[in-house]
């Protein structure tokens, strides 16, 4: 089976071959007729241990639209509370024989794990800080639609960097296909060794958006943050939050992105987040896309070698 673990050793040829799949999945999603027949008979498990709006839905509607029969886990009202571990339950749920197990988890590492286990293939829908394929897929789709390419762009990564999955697996997937990239953060909020990832560090936004032809906000992650170091709202945004004043300082054609969920008024402001410059819900609108992609190619009868995997640590 093979499973999307992370956009780690996934080369650039991989990335724009699911990019070129997601473009046709896009025309689908915008038929009327919106459903295919590609996972007829196939079953598809979410598994979600996190709380999620987008990724779990649209990991739903992509398997719905591909012809797959898809069962979301309730894991709140799961045996997970009477204390059965993400193992015994993979491991149970993989005895119904799905196809497709699709994982958001805590701890980074999980869908790795559950790869391991399991006979289905896995896809990691964020696991921990670690990585968020699909998502870095989706901005990169995003962003080739709207510009033309990604090759050459300077795009700048914003805000909670150390907690963030979204920044890791974007780094590594816009380092592979040719954007230069900054990562724009107070020091406090940048993991160690951020600089060996192939990034330009800024810790003035002043300085990082300078010249930017993206600019993508982050989450400020306060539930992962101990109390004391919680940044207070108003100093955060008035040195980080993306308002008209800050985004002049990027390019004249920048475009702006967030993963979502979105804190208005914390790392972004309504007026920008609603503005012309915003590609927030054309990036939701690819993550069906981008799922639909990433599951076609993974149960493709053409390429399914045992054990392999298109992305992240085997
Ligand atoms: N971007 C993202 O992963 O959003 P959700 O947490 O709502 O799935």
Redesign the pocket.
């Known amino acids: 089976h093979r499973h999307l673990l992370g956009i780690k050793g996934l080369s650039p040829l991989d990335i724009e071959t699911l990019l070129d799949r997601a473009d046709a999945a896009v025309a689908i999603s915008r038929q009327k007729e919106k459903k295919t027949a590609t996972l007829r008979g196939r079953t598809q498990i979410n598994l979600f241990y996190e709380?999620?709006?987008?990724?779990?839905s649209s990991f739903e509607l992509a398997g719905k639209r591909l012809g797959a029969d898809v069962m979301n886990m309730s894991v709140a009202s799961s045996s997970t509370k009477k204390g059965e571990t993400l193992l015994d339950t993979a491991i149970t749920l993989n005895a119904m024989r799905p196809d497709i197990l699709v994982i958001r988890h805590s701890a980074a590492g999980a869908a790795a794990l559950l790869a391991q286990k399991v006979s289905c293939s896995v896809v990691n829908a964020?696991d921990g800080a670690h990585e968020?394929p699909t998502?870095a897929l989706l901005d990169a789709l995003t962003i080739r639609r709207a510009k033309g390419r990604i090759g050459g762009l300077t795009v700048a990564i914003c805000g909670d960097i150390l907690h963030s999955r979204v920044a890791r697996s974007n780094i590594v997937l816009l380092n592979a296909l040719g954007a230069s990239v900054r990562v724009v953060a107070p020091s406090t909020l940048l993991p160690s060794g951020i600089d060996q990832m192939g990034v330009e560090v800024f810790t003035r936004m002043e300085e990082g958006l300078k010249g930017a032809d993206i600019v993508m906000m982050l989450r400020l992650q306060r539930e992962r943050m101990a109390g004391s170091l919680v940044p207070s709202v108003r100093e955060y945004f008035r040195l980080y939050g993306l308002d008209a004043e800050k985004l002049k300082i990027a390019r004249d054609d920048v475009l702006v992105m967030h993963?979502?969920?979105m804190n208005r008024g914390v790392e972004i402001a309504s007026e920008i987040a609603d503005g012309p410059q915003s590609l927030i819900q054309e990036q939701v609108e690819m993550g069906v896309a981008v799922r639909m992609a990433v599951m076609e190619a993974l149960l493709d009868p053409r390429r399914n070698a045992e054990g392999e995997t298109i992305g992240g640590e085997p």
């Not at 709380?51 to 779990?56: I, L, P, V």
């Open positions: 709380a999620s709006t987008r990724t779990q964020g968020h998502q993963p979502g969920p």
